[in-house]
């Protein structure tokens, strides 16, 4: 997880105990090669929780767990929200997915702009006509601060490099969307991660 000035790292689940030890010898084991061939290969999936949300609450794990049952090489970042988000985005790899909840799908788009990636899933994205209705910007202003807001307005592009890209919504958001979860509002429930693992 990062969070702040730390770095990504691994989710702490099943597939952090394949290492195979090496016993005895010197130099690298045929085990151990396989098992560096295995965890490369292996589809890589960043989990981004929404604003001062974090990736340890148990809605998100469990999206980690059901990641994992995938195949999925499963990434925790913890967005800085002091911070510009211009300021934190982070390269990935082009077979890499990115899953953002609200701002923090926002965020995960202001990275497909930068890298290309396979996939980018906005759940509950603060909608993007947000950043430019004068109204709804000024509240935004309000709750996150203007330096915040300025920096996503000037970041923000009508393209991204995402190979796929999927919306999705809470039916009580009253928002489009490519998939609407039913008997949700904006909030990540275990509705809203069945979904989201159909797509993996």
Same mark, same amino acid.
């Given at each position: 997880?990062?969070s702040?000035?730390?770095s990504p790292?691994?989710?702490?689940g ?11 010898g010197?130099?690298i084991?045929?085990a151990?090669l396989?098992?560096?061939?295995y965890?490369?290969?292996?589809? &890589? ?5 929404? @604003? ?12 980690? &767990?059901?990641a ?6 499963v990434v925790?970042?913890d967005? !800085? @929200? ?7 985005i982070?390269?990935?790899?082009? !077979?890499t997915? $990115?899953f953002?909840?609200?701002?923090g799908?926002?965020?995960? *788009? $202001?990275v497909?702009?930068d890298?290309?990636c *396979? ?9 993007l006509?947000?950043?430019k209705?004068?109204q709804?910007? &000024? ?12 920096d996503i307005?000037k &970041? $923000? ?6 190979? +796929?890209?999927v919306?999705?919504?809470? +039916? ?5 969307? !490519? ?5 949700t509002g904006?909030?990540?429930n275990? *509705?809203?991660?069945?979904?989201i693992?159909e797509?993996?």
């Amino acid at each position: 997880m990062l969070s702040g000035k730390r770095s990504p790292r691994v989710s702490k689940g099943a597939n952090s105990d394949l290492s195979p030890e090496i016993s005895g010898g010197q130099g690298i084991s045929l085990a151990r090669l396989f098992y560096y061939h295995y965890i490369i290969s292996m589809k &890589k999936l960043f989990i981004i929780p929404g @604003w001062r949300e974090s990736s340890q609450y148990k809605i998100y794990q469990s999206l980690g &767990k059901l990641a994992e049952k995938k195949g999925y090489k499963v990434v925790f970042y913890d967005v !800085d @929200w002091e911070k510009s988000l211009s300021s934190q985005i982070f390269p990935v790899q082009k !077979d890499t997915a $990115l899953f953002g909840f609200s701002l923090g799908a926002v965020f995960a *788009r $202001l990275v497909a702009q930068d890298y290309k990636c *396979r996939q980018i899933i906005l759940a509950s994205m603060t909608p993007l006509h947000s950043f430019k209705d004068e109204q709804i910007k &000024k509240e935004l202003v309000t709750l996150l601060g203007k330096a915040f807001i300025e920096d996503i307005c000037k &970041k $923000l592009k009508s393209k991204h490099r995402a190979s +796929d890209q999927v919306i999705m919504y809470g +039916d009580r958001e009253e928002e489009l969307g !490519d998939i609407i979860v039913s008997l949700t509002g904006h909030r990540l429930n275990t *509705r809203y991660n069945k979904k989201i693992a159909e797509l993996l």
